[in-house]
């Protein structure tokens, strides 16, 4: 690692412990956290006060010593936007630097440039410093290459090298991944346990973070939920094959029969917890939106008959903005030192 390379690595870690600690840190708790001499904690945060990413936050009470200086993270010093790009809306948030929503807009985008509705959307929010853009849309994707792949009901984007035009439109770098990436991302926050987020909403995805890491596979193909084959004789899906568990939750949905799909995405995710041996399950998108207790309910007590595990089932916290948060996620993680997906690199800074 050269110089530089360890100076912006040390600064990410002052500001990845400030970020944590709302009501701050003095140098020494820095110092003694991230292992670096007092003296370089001290030459770190002057620099990062400087560029206005500290500030003071009071003192210490005192304990018969000196009251020592509390430093905190800046959160409105840079922001981060998130774009949920869905097939037929387009939802867009700004987040500061501790990761609150200060905005949020949802629009339709239906068969508009969807590059040109993206920048348009992304540039209302943008307001002060920002750091990026994290895009998160709906797979097959590249993540590393920024390509949109050929998603099912969405085949106007297919082939689109999103990050390289959205690039050079808004003169931001920006950051793609899978929704349920995203989402897997926004709720994970500091477990290190195995979970899978299950997204029904245009579509059925699945985020997986094992052991605390999110897992996209190789190719960004990880989590391809929806187009596991439940019954060889059901319906034609969109993908081409028959009896796909989207295809089936879709059907059910549009025949008014919501605690039907949730069944049948029980039925998926009892074969995720037997597949992985996961330690929890998150419902989230539109659909499971619209009635989580049910989507809940169902799931948990089909998990339960088909594993004999009493799982926990819960419903994404975040709501309708999970996705969107998860993008500006995207952005904030590299700010942080988060690399790909929260634990190595510093590429936006």
Same mark, same amino acid.
């Given at each position: 690692?050269?110089?530089?390379?360890?100076?912006?690595?040390?600064?990410?870690?002052?500001?990845?412990?400030?970020?944590? *600690?709302?009501?701050?840190?003095?140098?020494? %708790?820095?110092?003694?956290?991230?292992?670096?001499?007092?003296?370089?904690?001290?030459?770190?945060?002057?620099?990062?006060?400087?560029?206005?990413? =500290? &500030? %003071?936050?009071?003192?210490?009470?005192?304990?018969?010593?000196?009251?020592?200086?509390?430093?905190?993270?800046?959160? #409105?010093?840079?922001?981060?936007?998130? $774009?949920?790009? &869905?097939?037929?809306?387009?939802?867009?948030?700004?987040?500061?630097?501790?990761?609150?929503?200060?905005?949020? !807009?949802?629009?339709?985008? /239906?068969?508009?440039? =969807?590059?040109?509705?993206?920048?348009?959307? =992304?540039?209302?929010?943008?307001?002060?410093?920002?750091?990026?853009?994290?895009?998160?849309?709906?797979?097959?994707?590249?993540? %590393?290459?920024?390509?949109?792949?050929? =998603?099912?009901?969405?085949?106007?984007?297919?082939?689109?090298?999103?990050?390289?035009?959205?690039?050079?439109?808004?003169?931001?770098?920006?950051?793609?991944?899978?929704?349920?990436?995203?989402?897997?991302?926004?709720?994970?926050?500091?477990?290190?346990?195995?979970?899978?987020?299950?997204?029904?909403?245009?579509?059925?995805?699945?985020?997986?973070?094992?052991?605390?890491?999110? #897992?996209?596979?190789? !190719?960004?193909?990880?989590? +391809?939920?929806?187009?596991?084959?439940?019954?060889? &004789?059901?319906?034609?899906?969109?993908?081409?094959?028959?009896?796909?568990?989207?295809?089936?939750?879709? +059907?059910?949905?549009?025949?008014?029969?919501?605690?039907?799909?949730?069944?049948?995405?029980?039925?998926?995710?009892?074969?995720?917890?037997?597949?992985?041996?996961?330690?929890?399950?998150?419902?989230?998108?539109?659909?499971?939106?619209?009635?989580?207790?049910?989507?809940?309910?169902?799931? *948990?007590?089909?998990?339960?008959?088909?594993?004999?595990?009493?799982?926990?089932?819960?419903?994404?916290?975040? /709501?309708?903005?999970?996705?969107?948060?998860?993008? $500006?996620?995207?952005?904030?993680?590299?700010?942080?030192?988060?690399?790909?997906?929260?634990?190595?690199?510093?590429?936006?800074?």
């Amino acid at each position: 690692m050269n110089l530089l390379a360890l100076r912006s690595h040390n600064a990410a870690a002052v500001l990845s412990l400030l970020r944590a *600690a709302p009501d701050g840190m003095t140098r020494l %708790e820095l110092a003694e956290r991230t292992g670096l001499t007092p003296q370089a904690v001290s030459k770190i945060t002057a620099r990062l006060r400087a560029e206005g990413l =500290v &500030d %003071e936050a009071g003192r210490t009470a005192s304990t018969g010593g000196k009251p020592r200086t509390l430093l905190r993270l800046a959160r #409105h010093a840079r922001y981060a936007a998130g $774009a949920y790009l &869905d097939r037929d809306e387009l939802t867009v948030v700004l987040a500061d630097l501790a990761g609150g929503i200060v905005d949020i !807009r949802t629009s339709p985008h /239906g068969d508009a440039d =969807v590059l040109e509705a993206l920048a348009g959307a =992304v540039r209302a929010v943008a307001t002060g410093a920002v750091l990026g853009v994290g895009v998160a849309a709906p797979g097959p994707l590249g993540h %590393e290459s920024g390509v949109l792949g050929r =998603v099912t009901g969405f085949p106007q984007c297919e082939g689109m090298p999103l990050r390289a035009e959205l690039t050079a439109a808004l003169g931001l770098p920006v950051v793609l991944d899978k929704d349920t990436n995203a989402a897997a991302l926004a709720v994970r926050g500091t477990t290190r346990d195995s979970f899978a987020y299950l997204h029904l909403g245009t579509g059925l995805g699945a985020g997986l973070v094992l052991d605390g890491a999110l #897992h996209r596979g190789r !190719r960004t193909g990880a989590g +391809e939920f929806g187009h596991q084959a439940v019954r060889l &004789d059901g319906p034609l899906c969109v993908c081409g094959n028959h009896g796909c568990l989207e295809a089936l939750c879709l +059907e059910a949905v549009r025949a008014g029969d919501p605690a039907g799909a949730a069944r049948l995405l029980g039925v998926g995710a009892a074969n995720l917890v037997a597949l992985l041996d996961i330690d929890r399950v998150v419902l989230g998108g539109r659909t499971v939106l619209a009635d989580p207790a049910l989507f809940v309910h169902e799931v *948990a007590a089909v998990v339960r008959q088909r594993t004999g595990r009493a799982l926990p089932v819960s419903a994404a916290p975040g /709501g309708s903005r999970t996705v969107a948060e998860g993008a $500006a996620a995207l952005v904030l993680g590299r700010f942080f030192g988060g690399g790909k997906d929260g634990g190595e690199g510093s590429a936006l800074r």
